[in-house]
């Protein structure tokens, strides 16, 4: 992770907001804010895009029609905007907004771990996510020898750990709706659209 402000030198620093996000390139990084600050991270990964794809390829499948599955939504934590974050992917319960970014809490946000997000995503946007009140937060690791995800889930404003599956385990989970899938095929080649939602192939 690199952070960086967009001011003139010479400029006292104030906090961003999501306007000033419209000042940065157009060049595959996500800009996110962090309390008024700008967290940069690098464009995704091959095996990174793979887990996304297959990932939101199968929550497509199992969510109600009612549930948008969004992959890189922005959305807005805070009030004042300082707070902007971009999760892999997510769930939401209600239309795209016409203009600019989500402002209200997805009932499930995604994180896949890079080698440079492993404290933001397991630490810092854990925070975040459970203070702006996301009820359902995962975090995948894409290892390509045991892959695993844990989940969470959000108890009195704190998220507690549910569980952790990895490698050909069957991760099966009720919330926001009912869905398994199998971490291997996550980011295993060979027939993954047969194999990613257990034996029975669901």
Request: aromatic share 8%; glycine share 10%.
């Amino acid at each position: 992770m690199s952070v960086m402000s967009i001011r003139h030198p010479e400029a006292p620093e104030r906090r961003l907001t999501v306007d000033d996000l419209q000042d940065t390139p157009d060049d595959g990084r996500r800009y996110e804010l962090a309390d008024g600050r700008l967290d940069v991270s690098p464009a995704p990964k091959p095996l990174h895009t793979r887990v996304a794809y297959r990932l939101g390829f199968h929550l497509g499948r199992h969510a109600s029609d009612e549930l948008e599955i969004g992959e890189g939504p922005g959305i807005i934590l805070s009030g004042d905007s300082g707070k902007h974050r971009i999760p892999d992917l997510a769930v939401f319960a209600q239309e795209p907004p016409e203009e600019g970014y989500y402002t209200a809490p997805p009932l499930l946000a995604v994180e896949i771990v890079s080698p440079e997000s492993v404290f933001r995503d397991n630490h810092t946007k854990r925070h975040e996510y459970a203070a702006f009140g996301i009820p359902s937060y995962w975090i995948i690791n894409p290892n390509p020898d045991k892959p695993g995800i844990m989940e969470f889930r959000l108890v009195d404003g704190v998220y507690q750990e549910v569980g952790q599956t990895q490698g050909e385990e069957l991760f099966e989970t009720e919330v926001p709706f009912p869905v398994k899938f199998v971490p291997h095929w996550l980011v295993a080649s060979g027939p993954w659209r047969e194999n990613l939602g257990g034996p029975a192939g669901d």
